[in-house]
C-alpha cells in the first residue's frame, strides 16, 4: 500500500497517485486529505485513490498515523510514504519496497546528490539528521526525506506523539531504539514542485520541543 499525507494539493495530487499507480500497478493507493480547503479528495479519488479526509487540519504527522492505521487495518504488509507534491519521483518506489528485504525501514535519501537543493536546506538537513541519528542510536541517511519504506511490524510498533511535521523525525527516533534497522536508497532531489506547508518558526519549535522530549526519556 502507499499511504500519501496531503493538503490543498489539489493541483499534484492526481498526477502523483498515477504515477504511483504505474510503478507498483498491484498497490493500493491511500490520500490522507488532512483538512484541504480545495478538491484534493475528489482529485485523488478520480486518480484512482481511495481517500481518508480529516475534515480539519490535524497535521503531517496524523495524516501519516492515519493512513498507517488504515494500513494495518487491511492487513497491508508493507507500506510506501511519499509526498502529494510531486517532490518524490513515483519511478523510485519499487526499489525502495524491495530493500526492505534488508531493512524494516527504506528512506530515500538525497544524500547521494543535493545539487538541487537550497543552502539553508542542506545545512538544515545535515543538522537534523545527525541529532535525529545520534538520539537513534544508529546512523541514519537523510531523516528529513518523507519517501520511505516501512514493514508492518514497525508500523505496529511505532506510534510517535507528535502530530505534525516532527513526526517523521520522531518516528526514525523511536524505530531506531527498538532495534528496527533502517536502511536507504539514493533518490534524486526535487524542487520543482508548489511551496511547501512548513512553517519555519513554528516547526522548528516543535523539533526542539521533540529533541528535548526524547533526549530526557
Not at 32 to 47: I, K, P, Q, Y
Amino acid at each position: 500500500m502507499a499511504v500519501i499525507p496531503a493538503r490543498d494539493a489539489e493541483a499534484t495530487v492526481g498526477a502523483v497517485v498515477r504515477a504511483v499507480k504505474k510503478a507498483i500497478p498491484e498497490a493500493t493507493v491511500l490520500v490522507v486529505d488532512d483538512g484541504s480547503t480545495d478538491a484534493t479528495s475528489a482529485a485523488a479519488r478520480g486518480a484512482g485513490a481511495d481517500v481518508i479526509r480529516h475534515e480539519v487540519n490535524r497535521g503531517k504527522g496524523a495524516a501519516l498515523q492515519t493512513g498507517f492505521d488504515e494500513a494495518l487495518r487491511r492487513g497491508a504488509e508493507r507500506v510506501l510514504t511519499l509526498d502529494a507534491d510531486g517532490q518524490h519521483a513515483p519511478a523510485y518506489a519499487p526499489g525502495l519496497l524491495a530493500a526492505l528485504d534488508g531493512s524494516d525501514v527504506v528512506i530515500g535519501s538525497r544524500d547521494g546528490n543535493r545539487a538541487g537543493m537550497p543552502w539553508i536546506r542542506r545545512a538544515t538537513n545535515s543538522v537534523m539528521t545527525s541529532i535525529v541519528s545520534g538520539l537513534a542510536g544508529k546512523k541514519i541517511e537523510d531523516t528529513q526525506s518523507g519517501y520511505r519504506a516501512i514493514r508492518s511490524e514497525v508500523l505496529a510498533a511505532v506510534r510517535p506523539g507528535s502530530l505534525r511535521f516532527e513526526y517523521e523525525s520522531e518516528f526514525l527516533i523511536e524505530a531506531g531504539r527498538k532495534g528496527f534497522r533502517i536502511g536507504s536508497v539514493p533518490i534524486p532531489t526535487l524542487y520543482n514542485a508548489p511551496g511547501s506547508h512548513i512553517d519555519p518558526f513554528r516547526d522548528t519549535v516543535r523539533f526542539i520541543r521533540l529533541l528535548f522530549r526524547r533526549w530526557t526519556h
